[in-house]
């Protein structure tokens, strides 16, 4: 699931509201704060919060860190600084990959103060830590851009997998060429008839331009037997009897 971004002690609207806008530009809205100061939501916040401005009446305020984590399964600390723990060590990259192959665990992600970073006991409370690989001599980024990168990679990794889960059902069912190959010829046919395909000196290029946009993303044999389908329907004279079409042309 998507993760939780869970703010510990944010000192500074501006932060909250970048934060905010920043996880709204990767599609993330489960905003968390544990012991905001008081005031937390004004005119700073909303400011910087800028299109995500209305998000922020879902924030959730919490007392304590382990209030605001009770309902997850899985959750990741982010600091700048290698801790003397026996913890694992991912990138965002890294954690990204993971939720985005373990849907069905709900996640969160920790974030320490602008002072001081996370208390080891708030880090002994997750599963891995998150180190966003900077300069050894200058690590330690800004909370909200430190919550921009990790909401990014979790974005792309999601990206990725709903572009391949369709590549996986594609391939339970690509289309044959020449499948694809009697559809094109049947499309020219009766585009022949409308006279769509003249003067007669520019049909070959039309026809390759045709061809061309219906392999721009691979198509399926279910694809290919719903647009011959179209092209049967729209081409359907009342009277004459409806024939459909057979994979002979
Ligand atoms: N001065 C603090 C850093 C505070 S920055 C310290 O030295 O720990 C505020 C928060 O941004 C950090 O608590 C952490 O959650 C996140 N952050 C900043 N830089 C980071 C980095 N390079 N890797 C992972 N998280 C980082």
Not at 23 to 32: E, I
Not at 69 to 79: G, R, S, Y
Request: proline share 5%; with cysteine; aromatic share 8%.
């Amino acid at each position: 699931m998507k993760p939780a971004i869970i703010l510990i002690d944010p000192q500074l609207g501006e932060n909250i509201g970048m934060v905010a806008r920043a996880m709204w530009n990767c599609s993330l809205t489960d905003l968390r704060l544990v012991r905001p100061r008081d005031h937390w939501l004004n005119e700073h916040t909303l400011k910087a919060a800028a299109g995500a401005s209305d998000r922020l009446n879902e924030t959730k305020v919490f007392a304590t860190t382990q209030e605001a984590i009770a309902d997850l399964h899985w959750v990741f600390a982010t600091t700048a600084r290698p801790r003397c723990m026996e913890k694992i060590i991912n990138t965002p990259k890294e954690a990204a990959d993971y939720m985005v192959q373990n849907p069905t665990l709900k996640t969160g992600i920790l974030f320490g103060r602008e002072r001081s970073g996370l208390h080891n006991d708030d880090i002994a409370m997750a599963n891995v830590v998150i180190e966003i690989p900077m300069n050894p001599d200058y690590s330690s980024l800004n909370l909200a851009q430190a919550a921009l990168i990790c909401a990014y990679e979790y974005h792309q990794a999601w990206l990725e997998d709903s572009q391949s889960l369709k590549e996986r059902i594609l391939k339970k069912d690509p289309a044959l060429k020449e499948n694809i190959i009697l559809f094109f010829e049947h499309l020219e046919r009766e585009l022949d008839k409308t006279d769509f395909l003249l003067p007669l000196e520019k049909r070959a290029k039309m026809v390759r331009n045709l061809r061309n946009i219906f392999q721009h993303i691979p198509m399926s044999e279910q694809d290919v037997r719903t647009l011959r389908g179209i092209i049967s329907a729209l081409t359907f004279k009342p009277g004459s009897p409806y024939k459909g079409f057979d994979n002979k042309g």
